[in-house]
T-cell receptor, first 114, second 113 residues
């Protein structure tokens, strides 16, 4: 079946602009995660959605970052007033349930803020 | 909260040698420890995982060991091949609250022919 998909694959934006990144998880997966990966660095947790529960937003680096998950499926990560330090690959992952199950990663969105 | 430390940050071996990557975690309640492999320019993929009720798990050339008392776990790759070259991430799952995974900082493994 289809894996996790993300769009766009690449995004170049000017400093100060807002961007929206989209994630389509695997059908039936109740858990969805967003991570940030700077060049040559590790996976930085941003936010975690599990079913209809309130999300774990503890990893969001500032109030410029927000995320929604509509209907328990598609998720959108929004970065307002982008800064150059926001440049990174943003990875989305989903799992059939919570953290004790394999996470399937999407291909990522490479964000470049100029 | 949980903190996962991973060593070494880089590891270079000759083809055929073994490679060992070690991780320590801070939360004794953590009960699930996966390892992900990320090849250059690709997405991370699960290669092996272990739960806290076992001490070792093997899958062909890779194995993971867990020492709950010392709160550390290790990835062992035997008979390394050039295609094993990648970044490897360990992770630990909290057994409380949101039960999310906390990832280590990654180990870049280079296997030279």
């Amino acid at each position: 079946g289809a894996g996790v998909s993300q769009s766009p694959s690449n995004k170049v934006t000017e400093k100060g602009k807002d961007v929206e990144l989209r994630c389509d998880p695997i059908s039936g997966h109740t858990a969805l995660y967003w991570y940030r990966q700077r060049l040559g660095q590790g996976l930085e947790f941003l936010i975690y959605f599990q079913g209809n529960s309130a999300p774990d937003k503890s990893g969001l680096p500032s109030d410029r970052f927000s995320a929604e998950r509509t209907g328990g499926s598609v998720s959108t990560l929004t970065i307002q007033r982008t800064q150059q330090e926001d440049s990174a690959v943003y990875l989305c992952a989903s799992s059939i349930r919570g953290g004790g199950n394999e996470q399937y990663f999407g291909p990522g969105t490479r964000l470049t803020v100029t | 909260g949980e903190n996962v430390e991973q060593h070494p940050s880089t590891l270079s071996v000759q083809e055929g040698d073994s490679a060992v990557i070690k991780c320590t975690y801070s939360d004794s309640a953590s009960n699930y420890f996966p390892w992900y492999k990320q090849e250059l320019g690709k997405r991370p993929q699960l290669i092996i995982d272990i739960r806290s009720n076992v001490g070792e798990k093997k899958d062909q050339r890779i194995a993971v060991t867990l020492n709950k008392t010392a709160k550390h776990f290790s990835l062992h790759i035997t008979e390394t091949q050039p295609e094993d070259s990648a970044v490897y991430f360990c992770a630990a799952r909290l057994n409380t609250g949101f039960q999310k995974l906390v990832f280590g900082t990654g180990t870049r493994l280079l296997v030279s022919p």
